[in-house]
C-alpha cells in the first residue's frame, strides 16, 4: 500500500515528552525510542487527523467504561474458565 504524503492528508502522529525519563539524556533517539520508551512519555497521539490522547487523557471514548468492561469480562472469563485452569495446575 502506498503511502499518502499528499497536501491535505490525513496523519497518525505519536507525540512524545523528550523530558521523561527514557528519552534522558538524548544520545541517540532511535534506540531509546526502541529498547527505553514504554509508553509513558507518550503526550498525544492523532489518528486519522483526529486528537484521539492528549496530556494522557482519552479523548476518543470513555476510558473508565472500556475497563469497567474490561473487569467484569475477565470476571466471567475466569469463572467459565475455573475447570480448565484446575486441569493445567494439575499437569503443572
Known sequence: MPLATAVGCKADLVLYDLDAP?????????QQ???GERGSGVRSVIVDGCLV???????????????KAARHLL???R??????????DAFA
Open 75 to 77: 470476571r466471567d472469563t
Open 53 to 67: 490522547l492528549h496530556e494522557g487523557r482519552m479523548l476518543a471514548f470513555d476510558e473508565a467504561a472500556v475497563l
Open 33 to 35: 525510542f526502541v529498547f
Open 22 to 30: 527514557a528519552w534522558l539524556p538524548l544520545n541517540d533517539g532511535l
Open 79 to 88: 469463572g467459565r474458565n475455573g475447570n480448565i485452569r484446575r486441569i493445567a
